[in-house]
């Protein structure tokens, strides 16, 4: 393999990592709350669903290809925000199963998208394309051998996600709204009693789980696919929800985890290039990166600790 195939390769494996980034810090910030996620796939459906439709109709009003993507990923955010306080409500307020309530938002994601696109596109399956964001190539930088290739010929929410990484990192260690967050998640009756708002600080992080989720599925209808279809978001909820436990609920940890699933995805296209691969049934190469989730999954079990409070509604009563 030479270096301009290895350069494709991880070029590849960071515009695959960019949405498991997004939704695996998404889901951090909601577990360490002490509130259980299961329904990032479901919020980056509706954060894929509203990318399309909110850069469609941006580009329509007339604004450019990068302005109306930043539209797109903003509708993202907040649809993922407002979605999310269903989850919220339900399970903070209500005390519900987190874990139902989150499945109830992925089944909920997966009809009510796909109805709404039909219903606005003339009973089309998909959006109508959209020009999305383009590769930044920065120049004098770009053209510099390997280096160039892999790190500055990247989608700006690549950059983004890379930020987002140690923005939380400092956030969630180096800050009162962090040590509060995390605390409610570990000990929410202890907080409680120094005068931390519990349930408060359990709706923002599931809030800002919905809008970090949110922004994930936008980047892969504004990068990859241009459109939002029903097979968008397919399985890539569940592997963040994987890579942040494999990371351990640390974001820097979610990030080298999303960059090895996205790793994993990379080869996986790769792969498909060889003539070899033709005599191997395609759903077996397919299946590949969900194969090494479940497999990762498994060696994390016993050496990844959650939240002590996590799936944990908290009743001010019983302390």
């Known amino acids: 393999m030479d270096l301009v195939t290895l350069g494709q390769i991880i070029n590849t494996t960071l515009v ?73 409500v339900a399970s903070i307020t209500f005390k519900a199963d987190q874990i139902i309530s989150g499945i109830v938002i992925n089944f909920l994601a997966a009809g009510s998208t796909l109805y709404l696109v039909k219903l606005l596109f003339n009973g ?44 939380s990192y400092y956030v969630l260690n180096k800050t009162p709204f962090g040590l509060r967050l995390r605390a409610v998640g570990e000990h929410p009756s202890a907080a409680d009693t120094v005068g931390v708002k519990v349930n408060r600080l359990r709706y923002l992080g599931v809030m800002i789980s919905g809008a970090l989720a949110g922004i994930g599925g936008a980047t892969i209808t504004l990068t990859t696919t241009n459109t939002f279809s029903h097979n968008t978001i397919s399985g890539q909820g569940f592997i963040a929800i994987a890579a942040m436990i494999f990371g351990k609920w640390n974001p820097v940890g979610a990030f080298w985890a999303a960059v090895f699933f996205g790793f994993s995805q990379a080869i996986r296209n790769y792969v498909t290039l060889f003539d070899w691969s033709k005599s191997i049934p395609q759903e077996i190469i397919y299946m590949m990166p969900y194969l090494l989730t479940i497999i990762v999954l498994v060696a994390a079990v016993g050496r990844s600790h959650a939240p002590a409070a996590l799936g944990q509604p908290y009743d001010p009563g019983k302390r």
């Open 124 to 167: 089309s399956g998909e959006t109508d394309l959209v020009q999305g964001f383009a590769k930044l190539n920065i120049d004098g930088l770009t053209n510099i051998p390997f280096i160039g290739s892999v790190f500055f010929n990247a989608y700006p929410t690549t950059y983004l996600a890379v930020i987002l990484v140690f923005a």
């Open 16 to 88: 695959f990592a960019t949405a498991l980034i997004f939704a695996s810090l998404g889901g951090i910030f909601s577990e360490r709350s002490g509130v259980t996620n299961l329904g990032i796939e479901g919020l980056m459906v509706f954060g894929a669903f509203a990318a399309g439709i909110g850069a469609y109709y941006a580009e329509s009003a007339g604004l450019s290809g990068f302005a109306a993507a930043c539209v797109g990923v903003l509708a993202a955010a907040v649809f993922g925000i407002i979605v999310s306080l269903i989850h919220a």
